[in-house]
């Protein structure tokens, strides 16, 4: 691949820091699918897709391995795992993670980390996207109940995953994608189970969930838009907001809320820093903790 200089950046981005750059991708989940279109297109990069690696080792959404570290830290040691095998300075990755919705408390929720680390500069720059999505689980008995459950998943274009009894049970069906299938699961584990249940829930997979797969595409969008938006100091990529201002006032009493009056946006690479002040001039009264406590 194309050698920078480590210690000057200074091309614009439409001229491509990473023109035909390599870029080691390590998944066996198809997201190299979602990704190559998205960062080759912004970025002129070369995706190249990593094998030879078992990724679930480090952990499934299943439970029967459970992830160790954060969501952050697991998303850095695939990247690097990738740029390992690859024999390459570049490399990304991206993870998962699931659970209520930050809003209610009410909805499932899917929130997609994706890392790109570039050695060469010793920066990383991370794209985030997240949103509702479908991830349930049903213990049951009954087949029609199954069944119901199985088409609000969105089965069969989501896959799904069979247990006998509960959630923690090391008995286990993934990759389920089609009725006769899930069918024969069903049957099996409520044979298997001293309840007489099957435990069922979406298989989050990345590759058996199009739901899932599309909120990897919209994190893919944001890490690309960093990557296009360069330092306006030392020309490196993924300047890019990293915290507001709190303090915009009320538009009815004026006191300072904790709506951001301004940004911060700051480089990876140098640490070069720009507020950037809010065009908006007040903030709703529903957002004030005086006017609504």
């Not at 998303?75 to 795992?81: D, E, S």
């Not at 993924?238 to 303090?247: H, I, K, S, T, W």
Request: charged share 25%; proline share 6%.
């Amino acid at each position: 691949m194309p050698r920078r200089n480590q210690d000057q950046v200074d091309a614009p981005a439409s001229e491509g820091i990473y023109s035909d750059c390599g870029v080691a991708l390590l998944t066996q989940h198809g997201k190299e699918r979602i990704l190559a279109p998205v960062l080759e297109t912004a970025m002129g990069c070369r995706i190249q897709h990593v094998t030879g690696f078992d990724t679930d080792r480090l952990g499934t959404f299943t439970r029967d391995i459970p992830r160790a570290g954060t969501q952050l830290e697991a998303a850095r040691q695939k990247a690097r795992l990738g740029m390992e095998l690859a024999s390459l300075p570049l490399g990304l990755a991206s993870e998962g993670s699931f659970g209520p919705d930050p809003f209610t408390g009410m909805f499932s929720w899917n929130v997609e980390m994706i890392v790109w680390i570039d050695d060469l500069l010793g920066i990383e720059v991370v794209g985030v996207a997240s949103g509702q999505t479908n991830f349930a689980h049903r213990v049951t008995a009954d087949w029609m109940d199954a069944e119901a459950f199985a088409r609000g998943a969105g089965f069969p274009e989501h896959g799904l995953v069979v247990r006998p009894r509960h959630e923690d049970d090391p008995r286990i069906r993934k990759g389920i994608t089609d009725w006769q299938a899930l069918r024969e699961a069903f049957r099996w584990a409520c044979g298997e189970a001293n309840n007489g249940c099957a435990f069922m829930e979406t298989d989050v997979r990345a590759h058996l969930n199009p739901t899932r797969m599309a909120t990897i595409g919209q994190a893919a969008q944001d890490l690309a838009c960093k990557l296009c938006t360069l330092c306006p100091v030392c020309g490196a990529p993924g300047f890019q907001l990293a915290e507001g201002v709190p303090g915009l006032p009320c538009e009815e009493c004026g006191a300072p809320t904790r709506e951001a009056k301004a940004e911060i946006h700051l480089c990876v690479r140098c640490g070069h820093r720009v507020t950037v002040e809010r065009p908006s001039a007040s903030a709703p009264a529903g957002r004030c903790d005086w006017c609504n406590p």
